[in-house]
């Protein structure tokens, strides 16, 4: 007589393997959502004079939470300097950084950040460097804040709304590239209501 097998060990083993990839899932996070407060981070401030004074930072500030900012909007570019689609897109976020500037309806009220998820100081002041970024950007070298986002690709777009009573919220999560940066930058000052 043959010896029948027991699903059961089978069934447990699967069981098991689901759950732990629902519960590896789950740590990871998701992007922020529209309509969602950002995740609680900190940002060191910068060094440079001109990249504090874009900011609203004093001299005495040491580092800064994205609600903080004096701003009504704050676009946060997450990338890396590995990114092939990031550095190809840089002279178009560099391109939204100058019509937010030229814009005397836009600028001091739009803010541009990027946070270079995995890449040191040095890495990201290459980056700086090698594509004429004229804002502020952050290392993310131990991917902290990457985790908090969700471990998105790059490069991710968050823009968030800050209120005057300090309260802010998500209106625009994004991956991949600009595209057309004066559509994007409709876009932008429509879902935020920056007047």
């Not at 004079?49 to 001299?59: K, P």
């Not at 178009?92 to 541009?112: M, R, S, T």
């Not at 700086?128 to 993310?140: A, C, E, Q, R, V």
Request: aromatic share 12%.
């Amino acid at each position: 007589m043959k010896r029948r097998k027991s699903p059961g060990l089978k069934c447990l083993l699967a069981m098991c393997l689901g759950l732990i990839l629902l519960a590896s899932a789950a740590w990871a996070g998701s992007p922020p959502a529209v309509g969602e407060s950002l995740p609680d981070f900190s940002l060191a401030a910068p060094q440079d004079g001109g990249e504090r004074s874009y900011l609203g930072l004093s001299f005495f500030s040491r580092s800064f939470k994205i609600p903080e900012l004096k701003s009504q909007v704050v676009l946060i570019e997450i990338f890396s300097m590995y990114c092939p689609y990031c550095q190809g897109d840089a002279p178009h976020v560099n391109a939204l950084y100058g019509k937010i500037e030229a814009d005397p309806a836009l600028k001091g009220k739009v803010k541009l950040v990027g946070i270079g998820v995995g890449n040191s100081p040095y890495e990201v002041g290459v980056f700086k460097k090698k594509y004429n970024i004229p804002f502020p950007l952050f290392s993310d070298g131990d991917f902290k804040i990457h985790k908090l986002v969700g471990e998105v690709r790059t490069p991710y777009f968050i823009g968030v709304k800050i209120y005057p009573d300090g309260t802010h919220r998500v209106f625009f999560s994004r991956l991949g590239v600009l595209g057309n940066v004066d559509q994007f930058l409709a876009d932008i000052v429509k879902l935020s209501g920056v007047k």
